[in-house]
């Protein structure tokens, strides 16, 4: 069975710009959750959607957006760039009612 | 208080020898406590995860040590291999409002010498 996909694997943006990254979960897998990973650092837990609603958010910004999708599909969408937005966004899948996330390879995001 | 402390922050073992991480945590809300193992450029994988009614928990070469009076948690790896050298992240789980949230240490980076 497929793991948890993410695209692009790559993207450069500048100061300013929007970006928007998607995830598809494993199959069975309802609940998607969103984490920040900074070079050096545990990945930080950014959203968790289930049954295409926002069940709990992290300290972020609301610059920081997502949504879920009715196959459970998600996107995760940063407005208006900075520099300090540079990291890894790695998305999370886990069947509702289990705790065990499984992540997806990650989207490296490069703010210039 | 939501963090949680992992040490060392890199660790170095000669093939064979026993590798140890520490992790804290002062929440006692958490009640789910899985470790992850990453290697450069990939995602966080699971390796093993124990909820805080039982002490310890083994599968294969890797063991965890639940302590739930300290709220402290180790992992223990056996016989460590070079292909074990990865970067090893503590994790917690707690209920906030309906979503399932995990808590990450700041990663141990281990280094196993062939």
């Known amino acids: 069975d497929a793991g948890v996909t993410q695209s692009p694997t790559h993207l450069i943006k500048t100061r300013g710009q929007q970006v928007t990254l998607r995830c598809s979960p494993i199959?069975?897998?309802?609940?998607v959750s969103w984490y920040q990973q900074v070079l050096g650092q545990g990945p930080q837990f950014i959203f968790q959607?289930?049954?295409?609603?926002?069940?709990g958010r992290g300290n972020f910004p609301d610059r920081f957006s997502a949504r879920q999708f009715p196959n459970y599909s998600s996107e995760l969408n940063v407005n208006a760039l900075l520099l300090g937005d540079s990291a890894l966004y790695l998305c999370?899948?886990?069947?509702?009612?289990?705790?065990?996330?499984?992540f997806g390879p990650g989207t490296r995001l490069t703010v210039l | 208080q939501q963090q949680v402390k992992q040490s060392p922050q890199s660790l170095i073992v000669q093939k064979g020898g026993i590798s140890i991480i520490n992790c804290a945590y002062e929440?006692?809300?958490?009640?789910?406590f899985p470790w992850y193992q990453q290697f450069p450029g990939k995602g966080p994988a699971l390796l093993i995860a124990?909820?805080?009614?039982?002490s310890e928990k083994k599968e294969g070469r890797f063991t965890i040590s639940f302590n739930k009076s300290a709220k402290q948690f180790s992992l223990h790896i056996m016989d460590s291999q070079p292909g074990d050298s990865a970067t090893y992240f503590c994790a917690a789980t707690l209920t906030s409002g309906s979503a399932r949230q995990l808590t990450f240490g700041s990663g141990t980076q281990l280094t196993v010498l062939p």
């Open positions: 999370a899948s886990n069947q509702l009612g289990m705790d065990t996330q499984y």
């Open positions: 929440n006692t809300a958490f009640d789910y």
């Open positions: 959607y289930y049954e295409k609603e926002e069940r």
């Open positions: 124990i909820r805080p009614d039982v």
């Open positions: 199959s069975g897998h309802k609940s």
